[in-house]
């Protein structure tokens, strides 16, 4: 029987185990699935923990989710389709839930997948080499400490790409009195409560980790940005700064010759692409980017179309976009997809790129990965959804953000799925400290 790995069991790797899962109920014979876990239980990202740095297996620690986080896009352009939140909660809910909504969702979805006996948790995959048509994998059992070899005919690696933080260094940083973190280590805002806190960054992770600090209590933000600012209206107390040059102690100077003291240094500066499992022939190598090097439709890794990858893309659609690339996925493994020559896939790879490169503003970013997901999904059985409706819904967020970076999240969308409109949160976000799921759901 064809044997599949599954490289990891977070939103990616729940998309592919989904994708199989589905064809099985409909009476497909599908391949013997192995899905390796390094964390001890599915969700990936969406799991939290308060360790930083290594587990309690001594292994990198992959979260770096936080207390108090948000959706900070619309959920609705997020939604399964095969599985919309009002099915899984029994009722509509608003349109911008806190993580403990988020991944009982992913988690939902996968529950009754019944898929979870095709995970081996506390499993890290250490080395993929290619081997006879398909490749050998090695795993190490972290609680056994024992090393296992199995041949797989394909890999599918899912393991996300935001786990290994990219550091940059800065003159004097080592003087810094203060406290010193990646957002990868981030935990909770309110660890610095009354403090001045500098955010060295301007994505949407330096947004986010910036405003909870101000929310819960930091006395100051600034951001330091190194091409452009974000230029939102900023609530008082939170500034942004041009890139920082050189830290003295608790001073900062800035390149514009500016100078403030600060209690703690964040620095939200993106993470690398980082697959230490691959030798360098298999290793997808990109910066966080719309289209994948190396990557038919994204996926298929071009010199070996045994090896997929899912979910590697700088992402406007995650959830959405996951599922279409699995399904793809799927279905190339199955033989439903027959693949073109190598040469016509280099040809159709460099159109993505090149329409990718005259992209000018977020808008064009939007339709771009609208169209890639449409393209995944051409002929496939993937349950319909208003495609349509998301990118006009992710243009509006956008919109709504400029208006109001600390209210954007009090507005309202309607779902692709049911074509409902979501209800008012009954707190507004600025205001709203307990994120639980007990207390969201309410109302």
């Not at 400029?402 to 799925?417: F, L, T």
Request: overall charge negative; hydrophobic content about 35%; glycine content about 6%.
């Amino acid at each position: 029987m064809t044997k599949v790995c599954i490289i990891g069991a977070g939103p990616s790797g729940l998309s592919a185990l989904r994708a199989f899962s589905t064809a099985r109920d409909q009476g497909i014979r599908i391949p013997d699935i192995t899905c390796f876990e390094k964390q001890n239980n599915w969700g990936g990202q969406w799991n939290f923990t308060w360790r930083t740095s290594l587990d309690e297996n001594g292994e990198p620690v992959h979260s770096s989710m936080y207390r108090h986080l948000w959706s900070n896009g619309p959920k609705e352009c997020l939604e399964f389709s095969d599985y919309s939140f009002e099915e899984h909660f029994g009722k509509s809910i608003p349109s911008f839930p806190p993580r403990s909504v988020l991944r009982n969702y992913i988690v939902g979805r996968a529950e009754m997948s019944n898929v979870k006996e095709l995970i081996k948790f506390n499993h890290s995959v250490r080395l993929v080499e290619e081997d006879k048509e398909g490749f050998m994998v090695t795993v190490e059992d972290i609680h056994k400490k024992r090393v296992i070899k199995e041949y797989f005919d394909y890999v599918i690696v899912a393991t996300g790409h935001f786990s290994v933080p990219n550091v940059p260094e800065f003159e004097g940083i080592e003087t810094f009195t203060g406290r010193v973190m990646h957002a990868h280590d981030f935990r909770s805002a309110d660890e610095f409560i009354g403090k001045d806190v500098l955010v060295v960054g301007a994505s949407y992770s330096a947004e986010d980790i910036g405003l909870q600090c101000k929310k819960y209590g930091a006395k100051t933000v600034s951001f330091s940005f190194r091409t452009a600012p974000m230029d939102f209206i900023w609530p008082n107390g939170v500034d942004e700064r041009p890139l920082l040059t050189s830290v003295n102690k608790n001073s900062v100077t800035f390149r514009d010759g500016s100078h403030k003291n600060f209690d703690a240094i964040i620095l939200c500066t993106g993470y690398l692409h980082s697959f230490p499992f691959l030798p360098e022939d298999l290793r997808l190598v990109t910066n966080n980017r719309l289209f994948s090097p190396g990557l038919y439709k994204g996926v298929v890794w071009n010199d070996n179309t045994h090896l997929f990858y899912i979910g590697m893309q700088d992402q406007w659609y995650t959830f959405t976009m996951f599922d279409a690339e699995a399904w793809y996925t799927r279905d190339v493994i199955l033989e439903k997809i027959k693949l073109p020559v190598k040469d016509e896939r280099t040809v159709d790879m460099k159109k993505w790129d090149e329409r990718e490169n005259k992209l000018e503003d977020a808008y064009e970013m939007i339709d771009y990965q609208a169209d890639y997901i449409r393209a995944l999904l051409e002929g496939s059985d993937y349950p319909s959804f208003n495609l349509e409706l998301t990118q006009k819904e992710f243009k509006a967020w956008k919109k709504e953000k400029e208006k109001s970076i600390v209210g954007y999240r009090d507005k309202s969308y309607c779902s692709p799925v049911t074509n409902k409109q979501s209800p008012i949160h009954h707190t507004k976000w600025w205001e709203a400290m307990d994120d639980t799921i007990e207390t969201y759901l309410k109302g």
